[in-house]
């Protein structure tokens, strides 16, 4: 009985112990728990694969193929079990109809058809209706002020998906020498009655680490609550924007079925470039949800702490970050990477908190061997800068297909693998950002770089391959530059006072 009545009422928990029992919009609406961990379901629906498959073999004898739409409102009803199945519907509809698609082209999940470009969207255009509907439901009168710390992707996405909904602010934090032009411009331009933009003169994991301690400081949240804000997260510490990821992941594997790649119910391996392992954690859910996963690659730039991680079972952020030409995987603290740890080692948020303090204060922690020894559905590994450049060349001149930087870095270690295991399921790697995102990168990678700059660049790479520029990006250095904050990185807690007028 404890069982059905857990899936009926879906309730939320913290990973380190300290908070039980929020609903899920509860949860959405914190982000973070005052605990310092993340929130996690109470209950991940096991037979969901099956469910989903009876729908798919259905639309198949009608000849119907499901729509994104379709999976999505399936896969989200068992997380979000506080919405009526109307209310998710229709915010499944508001963000992602005419706005959001996900195509499977040469084994590559391409989840970049969205307004900024990479696979964000997904989440990101979601999680304001869902905030939107959480507020009405649960009659929160303050507003909500989303903070996120971005290393490019992110607060781009996060800005569009939240412009212009009452009751609910984004600003974004983005480290000053850490994203890319065509990155820093789309923040930079950003319209919207409730968004604000500032640069920060450190990297990411500075700005990620400031919003961490802004969520944990007792004080300054409450100051903030008494002048009728409330602080949240658009990261994928936000379980909301965790969620709608794993959506990617069933709609890629049936897109795969139709298509004749795989057959129905054929185990496939799935390659994730990763960075703060939100993207990753979702297919591992997918997993856990009943998904024919045989292994979950993780694919690391030259900032390869998981690489070790998986490797050794010790997680050591004692290093320089490396600034590489996929900036959104410049990362040292993968935070999502404490879900996984508390679900393999069968929720134990002692074990978490312990692993969790010793990062904190030694900056390394190390898991215990009974423990190690239980992710081997993972393999990690790592690109370096010139493998991620000689496999752009190589997939465009065999395949006639462009890939951007992050992709290329889980295409090399899909072949690394391949190469180290000889094993030859059928891959799925997630294709994450638009190549139009990168281009001199990409340019650079195909031998056509020349003279021009940044926007010029755009037209070059679309001529040379016979590739449209994306909406969004072609008409970026028209627009006027909106934003122009700056603020040191001890000093966030200011500028956000500031742009709130408090
Ligand atoms: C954010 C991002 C990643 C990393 O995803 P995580 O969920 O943080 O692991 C990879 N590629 C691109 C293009 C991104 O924007």
Redesign the pocket.
């Known amino acids: 009985m404890a069982i059905s009545n857990e899936k009926e009422q879906n309730k939320y928990q913290s990973t380190r112990g300290g908070e039980k029992g929020l609903s899920s919009l509860e949860a959405v609406l914190k982000g973070i728990s005052t605990d310092g961990g993340l929130f996690v379901p109470y209950y991940i629906e096991k037979e969901k694969y099956n469910d989903l498959k009876k729908i798919f073999l259905n639309n198949v004898t009608d000849k119907v193929e499901a729509t994104y739409e379709q999976v999505a409102f399936e896969i989200m009803k068992t997380f979000f079990t506080d919405l009526e199945e109307e209310e998710l519907k229709a915010c499944i509809g508001r963000a992602y109809t005419d706005k959001f698609e996900v195509k499977v082209k040469n084994n590559f999940l391409e989840l970049?058809h969205g307004p900024t470009c990479?696979?964000?969207d997904g989440a990101l255009l979601f999680l304001p209706q869902l905030m939107t509907e959480a507020r009405r439901k649960l009659n929160f009168q303050n507003e909500i002020v989303i903070l996120t710390a971005t290393?490019?992707?992110?607060g781009k996405a996060a800005l569009e998906g939240f412009k212009d909904i009452d009751g609910l602010k984004v600003i974004v934090f983005y480290p000053k020498n850490g994203v890319s032009k065509i990155q820093e411009m789309q923040m930079r331009t950003q319209r919207g009655n409730n968004v604000d933009v500032v640069s920060i003169d450190g990297n990411f994991d500075d700005a990620q680490k400031g919003v961490k301690e802004i969520f944990n400081d007792k004080k300054f949240n409450e100051f903030i609550e008494k002048s009728g804000y409330s602080l949240s997260s658009a990261n994928?510490i936000n379980v909301g924007r965790l969620i709608p990821?794993i959506v990617y992941y069933f709609y890629g594997y049936f897109q795969m079925v139709n298509k004749g790649d795989i057959s129905l119910d054929e185990k496939i391996n799935i390659v994730?470039?990763?960075?703060?392992?939100?993207?990753?954690?979702?297919a591992y859910y997918g997993k856990i949800m009943g998904l024919p996963i045989n292994k979950l690659i993780c694919a690391s730039n030259e900032n390869n702490v998981l690489t070790d991680f998986f490797a050794t079972g010790v997680y050591d952020k004692r290093r320089e970050l490396v600034l590489t030409q996929?900036p959104?995987?410049d990362?040292l603290v993968?935070s999502?990477l404490e879900r996984l740890i508390y679900e393999v080692s069968g929720r134990n948020s002692e074990l978490v908190n312990n692993l969790m303090n010793d990062l904190q204060e030694r900056s390394i922690y190390s898991i215990p061997a009974e423990l190690k020894s239980k992710f081997t559905h993972f393999w990690g590994g790592y690109a370096t800068e010139e493998e991620v450049y000689a496999s752009i060349k190589k997939v465009y001149e065999e395949k006639n297909y462009v890939i951007?930087t992050?992709?290329a870095v889980a295409n090399v270690v899909y072949e690394k693998y391949k190469h180290n295991t000889g094993d030859t399921t059928v891959p799925l790697i997630?294709s994450?950002?638009s190549p139009f995102?990168f281009p001199e990168s990409i340019c650079k990678a195909l031998g056509i770089l020349q003279e021009e700059k940044d926007f010029a660049l755009l037209d070059l790479l679309s001529e040379k391959c016979k590739l449209d520029i994306p909406h969004s990006l072609a008409e970026l250095d028209k627009l006027p530059v909106l934003h122009s904050t700056e603020c040191r990185k001890d000093e966030m807690r200011d500028a956000i006072k500031k742009l709130l007028n408090l």
């Open positions: 970049y990479a696979f964000k290393s490019g992707d992110t994928s990821q994730v470039p990763t960075g703060n392992f939100g993207n990753i954690l979702a996929s959104s995987m990362i993968s999502n951007d992050h992709t997630a994450t950002a995102k």
